[in-house]
Nanobody, 125 residues
């Protein structure tokens, strides 16, 4: 059994920063990568960022590239998403996801096997 728990969301003013965390528990071996997706009210869930395990390669959506950094702490089984220069359009529920099959579709929901419950990020303008 694998569990992903997100934390770090909250209310922040435009231009501010947040660091989201996703801690994995359970059977954490054979992980090929992890990602962050987000879903804004009335919109479909969209890809934000991903990191592949070996080698460590980050990927970002155009909407957050240059403003966000995805990283991992293997010892803590945790993946982070540092978001800077936040905008009102970043308001969404942020989900982390885990790839256990080695999918090449890092930006698609179908490429991930396990999901967290989400953490709310609200950016006020």
């Amino acid at each position: 059994q694998v569990q992903l728990v997100e934390s770090g969301g909250g209310l922040v003013q435009a231009g501010g920063s947040l660091r989201l965390s996703c801690t994995v528990s359970g059977r954490t071996f054979s992980t090929y990568g992890m990602a962050w997706f987000r879903q804004a009210p009335g919109k479909e869930r969209e890809f934000v960022a991903a990191v592949r395990w070996s080698p460590v390669i980050p990927y970002y959506s155009e909407s957050v590239k240059g403003r966000s950094t995805i990283s991992r702490d293997s010892a803590k089984n945790t993946v982070y998403l540092q978001m800077n220069s936040l905008k009102s359009e970043d308001t969404a529920v942020y989900y982390c996801a885990m790839d256990r099959r080695g999918s090449t579709s890092y930006s698609l929901e179908s490429g991930y096997d396990y999901w967290g419950q989400g953490t709310q990020v609200t950016v006020s303008s």
